[in-house]
């Protein structure tokens, strides 16, 4: 990390605030899982922390996002609400999406996070027909377009992003790529050759790529191609590498199924991507251990009330099962 000035310090800082708020909500999912008040699936984005804060931090609050089944980590780093997202978890009327979603349909427009899907890929035309409302009423509006690896072997995405070129529309395509498509590694999805970004940079849009778990490296790269779009510049993509540590879908671990081995997931582990930037800010002196426990404590009570708050609220009345329809 280059020397830092002040307005770059407090950016550091926030940085690991985000990861943290995000690493103990996706735990604090975890440990409350087995007690089945939480009916629905939670994708958890455990050791992806870096991909989600990196890239927010530089997204104004009407700037636009949207997100997969593997979504909590974007909605909390874009402003999202945790008292909303546990409530939501919980199914409950108070949740984002008032309790009819889930954790893989969170919406919240206050946030500007404008919904996650189940369905792989579903939500790139989406990302795709924002930047085109952008683009149709001239702000200077970004849309960002979270996915994994999975997702660039949807039809979709390739008709999205020619259509982005094409139109020269303010979105910023996110891709993680964190090995696997479920259990799927790449080596059995791609040829072995292929790298997804160059691959992707053939259809004639800015493409990068950068280390997924070094979160002031996806902050900055993000930063440049961010101000980039916000001048007009059209869209732009970025791959960056990551690891999830959790399984697919659930609150545990799954490496005991064989399809990834265990030194692969140690080497990825080694590379957390909140412990390595918490020893990188107490080497160069940019933030003490005082500090770092006091902002653990405020997330931890912040996490506690969210769940008091998910706890306590009711269930959506039967009369709203037929509301919030796009046709009613
Ligand atoms: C269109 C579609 N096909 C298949 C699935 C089943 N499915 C759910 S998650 C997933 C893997 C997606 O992998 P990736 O996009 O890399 O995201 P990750 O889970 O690794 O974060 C698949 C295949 C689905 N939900 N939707």
Redesign the pocket.
């Known amino acids: 990390m280059k020397k830092l000035d002040s307005v770059d310090v407090s950016v550091a800082r926030k940085l690991l605030e985000v990861m943290m708020r995000i690493r103990n909500v996706e735990e604090a999912i975890s440990s409350h899982y087995a007690e089945w008040k939480m009916r629905c699936p939670t994708?958890l984005?455990t050791g992806?922390e870096a991909v989600a804060a990196g890239v927010c931090m530089s997204l104004r609050k009407n700037d636009f996002a949207v997100s997969?089944?593997?979504a909590h980590g974007h909605y909390i780093a874009k402003g999202g609400d945790i008292n909303s997202l546990i409530a939501e978890i919980y199914g409950k009327a108070t949740g984002c999406s008032r309790g009819k979603g889930g954790s893989m349909h969170l919406v919240d427009l206050n946030a500007g996070f404008m919904g996650s899907t189940?369905?792989?890929?579903?939500t790139i035309p989406i990302g795709v027909g924002l930047g085109l409302s952008i683009k149709l009423k001239k702000t200077d509006q970004v849309s960002v377009v979270f996915?994994?690896?999975?997702?660039?072997?949807?039809g979709v995405f390739y008709e999205s992003v020619n259509f982005a070129v094409l139109k020269k529309l303010p979105v910023l395509f996110i891709c993680?790529?964190?090995?696997?498509?479920?259990y799927?590694p790449l080596s059995v999805r791609q040829p072995g050759d292929r790298n997804i970004h160059t691959m992707v940079e053939a259809m004639g849009i800015h493409a990068d790529f950068g280390d997924g778990n070094n979160v002031w490296e996806v902050y900055t790269k993000a930063d440049y191609n961010i101000k980039k779009i916000r001048e007009g510049d059209g869209p732009r993509f970025i791959e960056f590498a990551t690891y999830?540590w959790r399984e697919?879908?659930g609150h545990l671990y799954d490496n005991d199924l064989g399809y990834r081995s265990e030194e692969e997931f140690l080497c990825w582990k080694e590379k957390d991507p909140i412990g390595t930037y918490v020893n990188h800010l107490l080497a160069q002196d940019i933030i003490t251990r005082d500090t770092i426990s006091e902002m653990e404590r405020k997330i931890l009570s912040d996490i506690e009330d969210a769940f008091n708050f998910a706890e306590s609220s009711s269930f959506p009345p039967l009369h709203d099962f037929t509301t919030d329809l796009f046709k009613e």
């Open positions: 994708h984005c992806q997969t089944h593997r189940a369905i792989v890929g579903g996915f994994g690896d999975g997702a660039v072997e949807e993680e790529n964190n090995l696997y498509s479920v799927s999830r697919h879908c």
